[in-house]
């Protein structure tokens, strides 16, 4: 039987692999530019300690495509001092050209929101338009004041199969969340898509990849993760 159609959605896409070890994946998502709503920059955990010409050359062209681009900066769970996290928003920016950050590893509880508030604050005073938080689940309600875009789920297919949604969720617009799932068979990606649809997440990326970097593959290319809407 036919599945049902993939519904709208766009992908936000974390491709933590080397521009010179998969050229081609970085090539496929300029090809699907008009289906991504950004695309994550992490040179090595963050910007790397020194501008990458491999990197600065693929950002140039993905910006060029219309890709937003976020870097990649880890918080640690709140426990990463904020000079340093700033420090790498502030790298991301004047080596790479990126339009917003991704803080990954972000804290759900509430005793953290001041701080990520400020950190958030910082990197919008250092010209970061769009601000992504990767909690990985639902964190408290707060957070949803704070950023653009909520990662309210990142882990593995099987696991994705018994998520629910929080209810104070539907609150805000389905454009404000974003569902990462790794370890997705072939011929399942459009259920993702689907599934984060139905959960109240308009942005998605499905992969097959696991173990330690998961994200090293883009998502497919086929119509059955990337939707026919993009």
């Not at 990458?52 to 681009?69: E, I, K, Q, W, Y």
């Not at 590893?105 to 970061?128: E, F, I, K, T």
């Not at 018994?162 to 072939?186: D, I, N």
């Not at 898509?193 to 097959?208: I, K, N, S």
Request: hydrophobic fraction near 35%.
């Amino acid at each position: 039987m036919k599945p049902p159609p993939t519904p709208p959605g766009r992908l936000l896409v974390p491709l933590y692999v080397h521009p010179t070890v998969d050229p081609l994946a970085w090539q496929a998502l300029r090809e699907r530019a008009r289906q991504l709503y950004a695309v994550v920059l992490n040179r090595a955990d963050g910007p790397g300690r020194h501008r990458d010409p491999h990197f600065r050359a693929t950002a140039h062209a993905l910006r060029a495509a219309g890709v937003r681009l976020l870097g990649y900066v880890d918080t640690d769970y709140g426990r990463r001092p904020p000079r340093a996290v700033l420090a790498d928003v502030w790298r991301h920016r004047r080596w790479y050209g990126v339009d917003g950050v991704f803080y990954d590893q972000s804290a759900d509880h509430a005793a953290h929101l001041p701080r990520y508030r400020a950190l958030v604050r910082g990197a919008r005073l250092l010209g970061a338009r769009t601000a992504v938080l990767n909690p990985g689940t639902h964190p408290h309600p707060g957070y949803a004041d704070i950023a653009d875009v909520l990662v309210t789920f990142e882990g593995h297919w099987r696991t994705y199969q018994q998520v629910r949604a929080a209810g104070w969720t539907a609150r805000h617009p389905s454009r404000r969340f974003c569902h990462l799932v790794y370890g997705v068979p072939e011929g399942q990606r459009g259920r993702v898509a689907r599934t984060a649809y139905d959960l109240g997440a308009a942005l998605h990326c499905a992969v097959p990849g696991e173990g330690s970097n998961p994200w090293r593959y883009p998502p497919s290319g086929g119509s059955d993760d990337m939707g026919e809407n993009g």
